[in-house]
């Protein structure tokens, strides 16, 4: 019932049934059902369009490569940016990150990454770093290899788990070159182990295709295990002291070598000096010979008597006591006393 001013009673008309208003609901729901089967083709299409706008752009951030797949077979790889692709999965994008740096521990696990970082030694740290020398000797080599995806196609394809794969290689060739090596070699040569690992790691990869580039690798601890470390320790205090010796002896060596050398290059050379003047003087004596060979043969009587009385020059003044025998004489000629002549050094006349 309505309200009507002019009416005094404040009504008019009389209020509608309850029916007549849900047949009128009816009727308007059944106009707009009518209505809207004209409208879903346009919403489907509208709702198609905007997801093929959605799908069509994909964006590859900085340092990555993006491997695009046309019906699941590759196509082409794109470079960071802003690019288009065939929408509805028939193209398909997998973004592989190229400039990263990875790190695979064996042997050690960090627990608390960054600037104090932490690190722990589980059982299963255990077995990998645990290895058997040339020699027969047990070591604890914990190491790491870092990496980056080169090839993002290689990657992506050519190994089913490229992770575990480095993770298998790695222990498989740091195995092989700790049995073919003795346990004092790897402590004393861990830079040639580095290049040695890194190269055959390397290698095996390459020949897989995995798109991995190994950028390093490095034995972080090599130790005896727990159980030998003290015995490990004594024959490495006996080695360092072993050095020591060697190096002192060494030294030794150094200073009197050298010297016991110049000592025999001095005896050596003055003998050498004492060899040449005996031949000169021998040479001289003997050209002397000569000349008064050739004076004698000239005039032997003079000759004679000089060489005789120069003899006597030499012998007399070095002479203590001095016989005077005449040859004609039968009997002993009295002591003759020159010991007076000597002291004054004058002559027998």
Partial sequence: MSWDPNNKGGFQGAEKDIGDMIKQARSGFDSFKKGSKNIWPLVLIAFLIAIAVLTSAYTVPAGHRGVVLRFGKFTNIVMPGLHFKIPFGVDRVFKVYTEKVDTETFGFKSTKPGVKSRFEKDSASQRESLMLTRDLNVIDMEFIVQFKRQDPK????????????????SESVIRRIAGDRSFDYILQNREEVNRLFQDQLQGILDEYESGIKILNVRLQNVVPPDEVKDAF??????QQEKERLINQAQETYNREIPKARGEAERVINGARGYALERINNAKGETSRFVDVLKEYRSAKEVT????????????????????????????????LNLEGLNQKGGDVK
């Fill in 154 to 169: 290689k990657y992506l394809f050519s190994v089913h788990d490229p992770i575990q794969t480095i993770r298998d290689i």
């Fill in 233 to 238: 320790n004594e024959v490495n205090e006996a």
């Fill in 304 to 335: 004679k008597r000089r060489l005789y009385l120069e003899a006597y020059r030499e012998i007399i003044p070095n002479a203590k006591q001095v016989y005077v025998v005449d040859s004609e004489q039968k009997s002993i000629l009295p002591l």
